[in-house]
C-alpha cells in the first residue's frame, strides 16, 4: 500500500488548496479514505473522511469550507480547502481504513508521508 499526497503549500487566509492523496497496492474503490493534520508538538486532529459509497464526514470546524472526494478509476482522494484559516495550518495526512467503512475516524490501517499546508499571510 503506498498513499502519496501533494497540493500542500503556503495561502494566505481566505485562499484555497487542493490535496490529493495518489494510492496505490489495493483497490481503491473498495475503502474508506480520509484526511487528518497534526500541528507540531500537537496530537493528530482527523478532518474528513469518505466512505466507499461516497458518504462524506467532516469536523465541525471545516464543515462548508472543506470538500473531500474520490475519483475511483484515477485511484485518488481529493481535499478542496476554501477559505483557509491560520488555524488550518498543519501538515496534512491521507489515510487509508480497514474498510469501506469506519467505527472510528482514527482507526486507519495506513497514511502518507503529509503535505504542509500553511495559512499566513
Known amino acids: 500500500v503506498q498513499l502519496v499526497e501533494s497540493g500542500g503549500g503556503l495561502v494566505q487566509p481566505g485562499g484555497s488548496l487542493r490535496l490529493s492523496c495518489a494510492a496505490s497496492g489495493f483497490t481503491f474503490s473498495s475503502y474508506a479514505m480520509g484526511w487528518a493534520r497534526q500541528v507540531p508538538g500537537k496530537g493528530l486532529e482527523w478532518v474528513s473522511g469518505i466512505y466507499s459509497d461516497g458518504s462524506t464526514y467532516y469536523l465541525d470546524s471545516v464543515k462548508g469550507r472543506f470538500t473531500i472526494s474520490r475519483d475511483n478509476a484515477k485511484n485518488t482522494a481529493n481535499l478542496q480547502m476554501n477559505s483557509l484559516k491560520p488555524e488550518d495550518t498543519a501538515v496534512y495526512y491521507c489515510?487509508?481504513?480497514?474498510?469501506?467503512?469506519?467505527?472510528?475516524?482514527?482507526?486507519?490501517?495506513?497514511w502518507g508521508q503529509g503535505t504542509q499546508v500553511t495559512v499566513s499571510s
Open positions: 489515510t487509508k481504513y480497514y474498510s469501506g467503512t469506519y467505527r472510528s475516524p482514527y482507526v486507519y490501517d495506513y
